[in-house]
């Protein structure tokens, strides 16, 4: 027996084509004729055929394998082979065996026409994808490469503090580091203010306190301000004053006095600005920054005190 080939097209999907083709049937169709040693074409009935894709016209290594039952009418049959999951980016031979007659010589599978185009999509023109081409957000970070994109790619102002990870900037590659009260704007700490009342000396309280951490060595300056209020209530007449100190980690480098307040016979309650502002070079690691108070009184009052409005600002400026 032998197959005489009338038509060998092909619809394929390969592998390396984009998803956008996902549907494309992967499949390969196939018409011939059967005919005996006398080119007779064979009687009318169903047949197995086994179908093989080698690598080679003869010897070589079978990629792919199928049998059907396959209906032939007047010699002539059609089938569909598939799914064939091959990139067919080498040479392929079909090869056909009836039933259990020895296989037929194999026929090398060709491309037809249009095909060629297809070649087009495995390279690209220099310059022939624009930006218009690309979706937005089609390109991810594992479609770059290591250290492709500089700063000169990137325009001023469109890195914003939402695209940056948590602790990806130091204190060293900014202006300045700030730490405010409840609010971390640059690397990791925070501060906390209250307006509790202070003690009498030698009581003492925090006003402000915050945790830093520097990513190494660096000189702060720390400012501390609020306004100290001062109050008592008799008719003794007294003089006392509002202090108020700098603290970082357990050293004292700043202090601040309101100055001697007077107060006459009744009740009163008076007003005076603190602040405070020290530089001081720390080492890598955690600190804590304070700033207490206390009041001093001359003689013993009904006397009370608090800060109003207290904050503490860190500053980080580098060696």
């Not at 999907?13 to 049937?25: D, G, I, M, Y």
Request: with cysteine; net charge negative; glycine share 10%.
């Amino acid at each position: 027996m032998r197959v005489s080939t009338f038509v060998l097209a092909c619809a394929l999907l390969t592998l390396a084509l984009p998803v956008a083709a996902e549907n494309v049937p992967q499949l390969l169709n196939y018409q011939g004729k059967l005919t005996d040693p006398d080119g007779v074409a064979v009687q009318d009935s169903v047949y197995s055929i086994r179908f093989r894709l080698w690598t080679a016209g003869s010897g070589g290594t079978s990629v792919w394998d199928s049998t059907q039952s396959v209906q032939v009418t007047n010699g002539v049959f059609n089938v569909l082979l598939g799914p064939v999951e091959l990139t067919f980016d080498q040479q392929y031979y079909l090869e056909l065996t009836v039933g259990s007659d020895p296989p037929l010589p194999r026929h090398r599978l060709s491309t037809s026409p249009y095909s060629f185009y297809a070649l087009r999509a495995r390279s690209v023109d220099a310059n022939a994808i624009t930006t218009s081409m690309i979706q937005d957000g089609a390109v991810g970070n594992a479609d770059l490469g290591n250290n492709s994109v500089t700063s000169v790619k990137i325009a001023d102002g469109q890195v914003g503090t939402s695209d940056l990870a948590d602790g990806a900037v130091t204190h060293r590659k900014t202006k300045a580091a700030l730490w405010a009260p409840g609010v971390n704007t640059t690397g990791t700490g925070g501060c906390s203010c209250n307006s509790n009342s202070l003690p009498a000396q030698p009581g003492i309280a925090d006003i402000c306190s915050c945790s830093i951490f520097l990513d190494d060595a660096s000189c702060v300056i720390v400012t501390a301000q609020g306004v100290g209020v001062v109050s008592v209530t008799g008719s003794t007449i007294i003089s006392l004053d509002l202090q108020s100190e700098l603290w970082i980690d357990t050293e004292l480098v700043g202090f601040s006095l309101t100055g001697e307040i007077v107060f006459g016979t009744g009740s009163f309650g008076k007003k005076r600005n603190l602040s405070v502002t020290r530089a001081k070079c720390l080492g890598a690691g955690t600190h804590t920054v304070s700033w207490k108070g206390f009041y001093r009184d001359e003689y013993y009052s009904n006397a009370a005190a608090n800060v109003e409005s207290p904050t503490l600002i860190v500053h980080a400026v580098g060696n």
